[in-house]
């Protein structure tokens, strides 16, 4: 047996928050209505100087030293983002310099749009194995305020920029996260434009079609997830689901007879950060003491593609 453990996180909002009454003045929109059906009642956007590179950095730096490694002990850096600031250099590669990694550190962006931190667990899981370095460096971040159509109201009211960061350290011992994972090409019902398309890289959703999606599959991963690891939903610590919408994650909840108290989300005070709402939310639980040292957590995200992913991690 082998796997990762969580050793530490990170994470960074920009600073301008933009509540639903903000949004209220340039949309057609109200904040009755989108607290009401989504939960959520304000998020962040990126303004004047910040950037993509600036909030994986911020929150790899804080994970980094609450990790107390040094940056020439990581042998993975993965970020999972559909946002970042330049197709290539990667942010991962631009991370390697700006960090200090090593020069043979693994670095790349995975696009696993919403699903994208959990798969690059897995991924640095895998790597790890066969890696010098035992420590892998795990961010999910996206800045989607820049990718967002103000004129469509169903979709941009519930997004946000932000970053999350996780050290995990890879073990002979230790036990596998046990990743589940999965894609249903679907070119319909979430995707944003590429380069060679011609038209403006906005996100495009079917929310109706997106929800069922949503409520389909990831109480059937989290299943899956506890399934392949051995542990009984009952004796798992705390879940950490993708703040895409409360009312996808109340839904969940009780399909799966979770105790809500497990389900602690953010979503009110974040939006949806796609890939960076996992970590975000991991460091948040980590920081505030409701996932201790020996705990686990089953993460699991869902999103355009479309993808899922699930895994049981557990803090050192
Ligand atoms: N403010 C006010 N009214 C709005 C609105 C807004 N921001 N957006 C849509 N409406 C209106 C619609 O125009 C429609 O009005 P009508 O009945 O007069 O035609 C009404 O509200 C209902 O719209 P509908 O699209 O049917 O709403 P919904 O109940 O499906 O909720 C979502 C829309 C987007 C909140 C919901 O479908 C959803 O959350 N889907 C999942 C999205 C998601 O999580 N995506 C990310 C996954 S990673």
Redo the contacts with the bound molecule.
């Keep these: 047996m082998s796997g990762i453990k969580l050793i530490s996180t990170g994470s960074a909002l920009p600073r301008q928050e933009v509540t639903n009454f903000d949004l209220e003045k340039k ?4 904040d009755e ?2 607290a009401t ?2 939960g959520i009642r304000s998020r962040h956007y990126c303004s004047g100087d910040e950037s993509h590179l600036g909030l994986c950095m911020a929150a790899a730096r804080q994970a980094i030293q609450r990790a107390g490694v040094s940056p020439a002990d990581i042998g993975v850096c993965l970020v999972a983002t559909l946002t970042q600031d330049t197709m290539t250099p990667s942010a991962a590669c631009v991370l390697q310099k700006e960090l200090g990694l090593a020069e043979d550190t693994v670095c790349f962006d995975l696009n696993a ?2 699903a994208g931190f959990v798969y690059g667990l897995h991924t640095a899981e895998c790597l790890l194995a066969a890696s010098p370095r035992r420590y892998g460096l795990v961010i999910g971040c996206e800045v989607l305020s820049r990718i967002t159509d103000f004129t469509d ?3 941009c ?2 997004f946000g920029d932000g970053a999350g960061a996780v050290v995990v350290e890879w073990g002979a011992d230790y036990p596998s996260i046990c990743a589940v994972m999965g894609s249903r090409g679907n070119r319909e019902v ?1 995707y944003i434009p590429g380069v060679n398309t011609g038209s403006a890289s906005y996100i495009h ?1 079917d ?2 079609e ?2 069922r999606f ?1 409520v389909e599959v990831l109480p059937r991963c989290t299943h899956e997830v506890a399934e392949k690891a051995g542990v009984p939903l009952e004796a798992i610590d705390r879940f950490v689901f ?1 703040q ?2 409360q ?2 994650l109340d839904h969940a909840v009780r399909k799966l007879k979770l105790d809500p108290a497990r389900c602690a989300g953010n979503i009110a005070r974040t939006g ?1 950060t ?1 890939a960076a709402s996992v970590p975000i939310l991991l460091d948040e639980l980590v920081t505030t003491g409701q996932l201790a040292s020996g705990q686990k957590a089953l993460c699991a995200g ?3 593609g479309l993808t899922w992913a699930g895994c049981l991690l557990q803090l050192a």
């Design positions: 949309v057609d929109t109200s209505w989108i059906r989504t749009a919403c109201r169903s979709t009211v519930l979430l959703m929310g109706k997106v929800f949503a993708h895409a919408n009312r996808i949806n796609s869902f999103g355009g």
